[in-house]
């Protein structure tokens, strides 16, 4: 059996467990407004991450469609904040 440090155990524990959507939804809540900034953080109403598909609800018309015509850059600075790819669809509601 190899060594592992703790950082590399942790990562391990979580992807055989399949804790890692999760955690990163969890982690997606919780620094929303920093990603996506205060305006767009405060009419979203809730998020759901199931695998890569982001759905992202709102009950504003016009963030809906901000958000529906900027997909790509949404997908883009999410999977940069998180130095990997984390999302790679986005659903507005």
Known sequence: MGQ???GEAMKLLMEKSGWTPKVTELRMR???E???GKTISKYT???LLQG???TIYS???ALKQELYFGKEQ???RINEYFAETVVTEIIVK
């Open 4 to 6: 592992y440090s703790i």
């Open 30 to 32: 919780q620094e929303w």
């Open 34 to 36: 920093e990603i996506v």
């Open 45 to 47: 109403r809730n998020m």
């Open 52 to 54: 890569t598909k982001l």
């Open 59 to 61: 009950d504003v018309a």
């Open 74 to 76: 949404l997908i883009a």
